[in-house]
């Protein structure tokens, strides 16, 4: 039976050629197995994603599946996918879908490769720098070890690099219909944004201290933040523009740059937030806009699964 590797050819004139060599697997742990969900309908996957992971995985000297995700069956085959138990899960789909996928896997699940297939991919490219999926999966399989990965949950949803909440939120959708080229769409989200930035602030209450009031709030995971150097809770930074004009520029930076230089932005860390509002509060968890209750809690999880991700330059240093 032939095998998911590159097997040896014979010529015409009866010499052997010899098979090329497996592509060497990363040397911090043990890889046995994989399991690749491909959603090839996603963001920037492209329509042959199937095919050229199938590929990939081919080269090295591993037992692979890939399976390709279907809308109606997703949650399903998620579900089988975990319980096969491979040493590595890759997820090739949506921002949403990977972020799921983490939650379901947990601290005790297989190892979590969320390659970016997505739109915002802010999961992917800070575990692997680069919103090329083929080249994040090479890093993963060569160059990957196990890191522990923190992150925030309000109701039941996680969120892994950045969750912002707040008037600020609201600028998300028309950013996504700028990428799309949707212009009429995206000019309606940015009146509707702008005509709300301040139409009520928000009451944030960290670890049970005093409750402040604040335009809007960001809540950065220790993987991105770059104010802590251990998970020791999330970085919380409350959004005070003076301003229509500077709230336009304060909601451009947080979508665009590193909003956490802007000198309207307070940053501290917390492990439990409260967020209390009039009305509903806009947030985007991790690049997907959402809508949460007027009274809403987000909790830190300093382990919330694991991903299988090159180390970072000054761990390599250490080791």
Known sequence: MPSDHAIAAEPSDGTSVAAEAPRALTSHLLIRSAIVLVNPLSGSTGPRAVEEASAIMAEYDLQSEVVELVGATLDDQV????????????????????????????????????????????????????????????????NGSEQFVSGGVVLNESFYCAGIFGSPALWAPAREAMRTGKLGLAWSYARRAFRRAFSGKIRVELDGGKMRRTEALALISPMISK?????????????????????????????????????????????????????????????EPTLLPPDTTVRFVPKAFRALAPLPPASEDSV
């Open 79 to 142: 579900d089988a996918a975990l319980a096969g138990k491979p040493d590595v899960l890759v997820v090739l789909a949506g921002d949403g879908t990977a972020r799921a996928v983490a939650s379901k896997a947990g601290p005790d699940g297989p190892l979590i490769a969320p390659l970016p297939g997505g739109t915002m991919n802010m999961l992917p490219k800070a575990l692997y720098g680069t919103t090329d999926w083929k080249q994040a999966l090479r890093e993963a399989l060569e």
């Open 227 to 287: 104010a802590m150097e251990e998970p020791v809770g999330l970085e919380a930074a409350a959004m005070n523009p003076m301003d229509a004009s500077e709230a336009f520029r304060l909601a451009a930076t947080a979508l665009f740059s590193d909003w956490r230089q802007d000198p309207s932005v307070a940053t501290q860390s917390a492990k439990r937030i409260r967020i209390r509002a009039r009305s509903r509060i806009p947030a985007v968890l991790d690049g």
